[in-house]
């Protein structure tokens, strides 16, 4: 039997400004109208039959469900309270998988990865499903098409049916032994994607990682339920020693094989790989959004908000959204990952804060701020029920643009409809809520002497979130 594992912890810093640490790549609609976690979840169907495993960061659990929910999928959702790479997130989902008394072969997937054949996909987990089966841990090397210096590499050792030994990760090379290595034939993109026993796994981690494997046995067994989401033993995972599989186990491990896979493949992890997913125009332009393109070549512009127009340029990224715009050469598409730790070093709450921010009762976006007001455009998807909160520094107005929204105002609760208002005083107990069948759109006029997110106190709330969320 086949579990599937997806691991969706990654922030995709080298996609800035689309991607954030609030809405990091996985859940972006970048190559299709569904986002790359979509994507994965649906090349599953017709491999297992298993509900998967989801594991993610605990200040995304709200993202994961509402993407699992717009596809009617279930899974089982662990929450990690950092991030503490592949190795032991990996190891946790072993000994959940046990805890079932089960000992499932795991497959496991990145969250955030392109592949453009399925069928290809699902042919290279049926060769590798015997050799998983034998005791082998084995990875999926992508076939290279070009010299590529953003991947890593895998280099095959002696044959095996379906595959090859694993002899040996070389880091991402330079573009001189980046030709090399493909010409040699010998070598093959490494895809982060695996298919291991659970048992076969912890053995493994067992000799090379006992303080991890301590850490998330620990992590497991003081893990705990909270609404839908299993949350991690938080003072045990933090302990566990953070380390990728290819380091803490795969190097090291006899029994690691590697089976190729020929299945136009991408880990979508920079905008030149994004911009190999779009078939350019005639000038070698990749566009996306309101654009205008004049004596323009090999560009990729996206443009989210507002029109965006290239005039005399060559070679060039430009990325608009509504609070940044990035443009760079194509050649340093390697080096944004560079860029934002330096904003992030800055102070600056672009890398981290999307313009568009998610909760579980909808979204809303910033549309105008300054001193002493800010301007929101709150979306409340149907059910959806904000916390019974109040603010001590700031007043609301509440517009209602479409739908009709219910009102709580201390003791008194009301309907507003569209082309209505209320207004929240400073201090004053209040709720929102949309009982209707369609989304629920107010535009929200703050005024006062702070408007930070952190001005709340909840009284109440379904969702069991706490003043910081």
Known sequence: MIQPVILSGGSGTRLWPLSREQMPKQFLRLTSPQSLLQQTLRRLVGLTDKAPMLMGHQSHRFLMAEQLREMN??????????????????????????????????????????????????????????????????????????????????????????????????????????????????????????????????????????????????????????????????????????????????????????????AQWSDIGSFDALWATVVPDEAGNAAKGDTWLTDTQDSLVIAEHRLVATLGVQNLIVVETSDSVLIAHREQAQQVKQLVAALSLAGRREPECAPQVQRPWGSFQAMDSGERYQVKHITVKPGGRLSLQRHHHRAEHWVVVSGTARVTIEERSFLVCENQSTYIPIGALHRLENTGKIPLELIEVQSGSYLGEDDIERLDDVYARDNNE
């Open 73 to 262: 999928q279930a899974a089982t959702l662990v929450l990690e309270p950092e991030g503490r790479n592949t190795a032991p997130a990996i190891a946790c989902a072993a000994l959940l998988a046990r805890q079932a008394g089960d000992d499932p072969l795991l497959l496991v997937l990145p969250a955030d990865h392109e592949i453009g054949d399925v069928g290809a996909f699902q042919h290279s987990v049926a060769l590798a499903t015997p050799l998983a089966e034998a005791g082998y841990l084995v990875t999926f090397g992508v076939v290279p098409t070009q010299p590529e210096t953003g991947y890593g590499y895998i280099a095959c050792g002696a044959p095996l049916d379906g595959g090859h030994h694993l002899a040996a990760f070389i880091e991402k090379p330079d573009a001189e032994r980046a030709a090399k290595l493909v010409a040699s034939g010998d070598y093959l993109w490494n895809s982060g994607m695996f298919l291991l026993r659970a048992s076969s796994y912890l053995e493994q981690l067992e000799r090379l990682q006992p303080t991890m494997l301590a850490a998330c046995v620990e992590a497991v067994s003081s893990a705990h339920r909270d609404l839908d989401f299993l949350r991690l033993g938080e003072e045990a995972f933090c302990r566990c020693p953070a380390d990728s599989i290819d380091y803490a186990v795969m190097e090291h491990c006899e029994r690691a094989a590697v089976v190729p896979l020929r």
